[in-house]
């Protein structure tokens, strides 16, 4: 009997390397000629023409970068992004092959969505703190290799940034956020996000509280109904607005005294609170 076969992720890399194999790379005189029509013409036929003939180059690097635990699909398609911005800043006449400018594009989209996706606590806020975050794996191993060791001093020295930098990087990088997804029993389906409880209310309390503010609002519009259209006014300016008006821009308004209009806004506020007593009963 035959198995059901499901493609996974490395099947699906796979594929897409095995695709973009089939675009030939170009010669230097096609490479200019292509960037020169799309930079003077902008036609898009050549420009992706070029950017196909470069995405070998693109997974090449992304590879590079598959030790901080993200997807190298995810990390391919941020560096393609960066090859594709690199081409409408690249100017042919410079004598620069394409790629050559496009790495440091290429590479700066990539470390940007690996620190923006591998904490929900930023982890490297400086140029300096970015530049240890990348370098500090790498000169472990190459200190482990040349001298047996990995001493926080002596990494600190290589790079040139002080110890304490290196320890807090360290336990940074080594304290990464937990997945919801993550199963809290190997091969069950029960996971982190079932064990959080959820505090926002049910249904039918924000049912219920929605009816009572309808009811409530209600309640005032039929009140307000019942003063006078100055009254209302008054009201409408002194307690409704945002920000409210003040007593001396109502008097104004009205051409009477600070001490008339507080007058007429207590009495309405009181035919208010004896309709709405009225409308409870």
């Not at 996971?191 to 409530?216: F, K, P």
């Not at 209600?218 to 100055?230: M, Q």
């Not at 009201?235 to 003040?246: A, E, S």
């Amino acid at each position: 009997m035959s198995t059901l076969y499901l493609p996974t992720i490395t099947d699906t890399l796979d594929l897409y390397i095995a695709q973009i194999k089939k675009f030939d790379l170009l010669s230097r005189e096609e490479e200019y000629r292509l960037a020169t029509a799309y930079r003077s013409q902008g036609n898009l036929q050549s420009a992706q023409n070029l950017i196909c003939a470069n995405l070998r180059f693109v997974v090449k690097i992304a590879h590079g970068y598959r030790g901080y635990g993200l997807k190298t699909l995810d990390l391919i398609q941020e560096g393609n992004i960066g090859m594709m911005m690199a081409l409408r800043k690249f100017d042919p006449e410079r004598g620069l092959k394409f790629i050559t400018y496009a790495v440091w594009w290429i590479r700066a989209y990539i470390n940007n969505f690996i620190m923006k996706n591998w904490s929900l606590v930023k982890i490297g806020t400086t140029q300096a703190q970015k530049k240890l975050f990348f370098k500090l794996n790498q000169t472990r191993r190459a200190l482990r290799r040349l001298t047996g060791r990995e001493e926080p001093q002596d990494i600190a020295k290589e790079l040139a940034v002080r110890d304490d930098e290196v320890e807090e990087m360290a336990l940074r990088m080594a304290a990464r956020d937990a997945s919801l997804n993550l199963e809290l029993t190997e091969g069950s389906d029960y996971t982190l996000l079932d064990s959080l409880a959820d505090e926002r209310d049910n249904q039918e309390t924000l049912l219920l509280e929605h009816e009572e503010a309808r009811i409530l609002s209600t309640r005032v519009e039929d009140a307000l109904a019942v003063l006078k259209e100055r009254e209302r006014h008054i009201v409408q300016q002194r307690i409704l607005c945002d920000p409210p008006q003040t007593l001396q821009e109502l008097a104004d308004h009205y051409g009477i005294s600070r001490e008339r209009i507080r007058q007429i806004e207590k009495c309405a506020l009181e035919k208010l609170k004896g309709q709405l007593v009225l409308a409870n009963s």
